[in-house]
């Protein structure tokens, strides 16, 4: 008797055991409508703090096609501009820059989903500064492929978009900290709102 009584506590702690990773999964598991609306808001950050700071930068060499929707905004390399006229080449134009702020702010919600989906397959929760890690990582996503799409890009060979060079160094290094300090903003907020949402 004693003997099944003990095989019955070896039994109860080798699935206690087993159950916890599952636990584990289901507690980290991608919460969507939290990633969207964390997404959301985050974007909606990014876009603000960008275009909010974007004319405090020195103009870059360039020659603009268009000053729509601000001229501020035209003589600097605006990133909804960049996308919009390689999108729908050759020359900048108000539907070019709508066109690239649609696909900005689809991109950046979107990318709200990418790091759920991470942060659930590496079993880890979120926080401010995993998002704001996240946030760097995109920085230095984006800023490489704006230095390796400038050799390609139709407005940029036609000079009507400026080539801003390596990581922006090319036209100044503020634009370089302004790029990613709203890339920070974005991944705090992001992993703030995700961890809140998610509860």
């Not at 160094?169 to 992993?191: D, E, R």
């Amino acid at each position: 008797m004693a003997g099944f009584v003990a095989m019955l506590h070896f039994m109860r702690q080798t699935s206690g055991a087993a159950e916890q990773p599952r636990r584990l999964l289901v507690d980290k598991r991608m919460h969507l409508f939290a990633a969207l609306a964390a997404g959301t808001a985050a974007s909606v950050s990014f876009l603000i703090a960008y275009y909010a700071t974007l004319a405090l930068l020195p103009p870059a060499t360039g020659y603009p096609t268009t000053l729509y929707p601000y001229a501020g905004w035209a003589t600097r390399m605006d990133l909804a501009q960049f996308l919009g006229s390689m999108i729908y080449p050759p020359i900048p134009s108000p539907l070019t820059w709508w066109l690239g702020l649609l696909v900005l702010a689809g991109s950046l919600v979107s990318l709200g989903v990418v790091y759920a989906f991470l942060l659930s397959w590496t079993l880890q929760s979120s926080s401010l500064f995993h998002g704001a890690g996240f946030g760097a990582a995109l920085f230095v996503g984006l800023a490489l492929t704006i230095t390796l799409a400038n050799g390609l890009h139709p407005a940029v060979l036609r000079n009507a978009l400026p080539d801003t060079g390596l990581f922006l160094l090319g036209w100044s290094a503020l634009a370089t900290l302004q790029l990613l300090g709203v890339h920070l903003l974005y991944g705090a907020i992001l992993g703030t709102l995700y961890q809140r949402f998610s509860k």
